[in-house]
C-alpha cells in the first residue's frame, strides 16, 4: 500500500496478541517472542534471530 496505512492498523491490532509490551520485540513464526533483556543484550539479538530462523526453516522441510 502506497501510504501504508493497512499495515499500521495491522500492527496495531496484533501488539495485544503477539504480547509487544516495548520496542524492539522480535516475533519470530509467531512461536518466539523476545526483547534485547529477553536475549541477554544487544549483542546476542542477531546470533538469536539467525538461530531461531534456522530452527524453523529446518522445521519446515520435508521430513522434518
Known amino acids: 500500500h502506497p501510504n501504508g496505512k493497512a ?3 495491522f500492527a496495531k491490532a496484533m ?3 503477539w504480547g509487544v509490551a516495548g ?3 522480535i516475533i519470530i ?3 518466539y517472542r523476545f526483547d ?3 536475549a ?3 549483542e546476542k539479538v542477531a546470533p538469536l ?3 531461531l530462523v534456522a530452527k ?3 522445521a519446515k522441510k520435508p521430513g522434518a
Open 23 to 25: 520496542t524492539p520485540t
Open 40 to 42: 541477554g543484550s544487544h
Open 56 to 58: 524453523e526453516r529446518a
Open 7 to 9: 499495515e499500521i492498523v
Open 29 to 31: 513464526n509467531g512461536k
Open 49 to 51: 534471530i539467525d538461530f
Open 36 to 38: 534485547v533483556a529477553g
Open 15 to 17: 501488539v495485544p496478541r
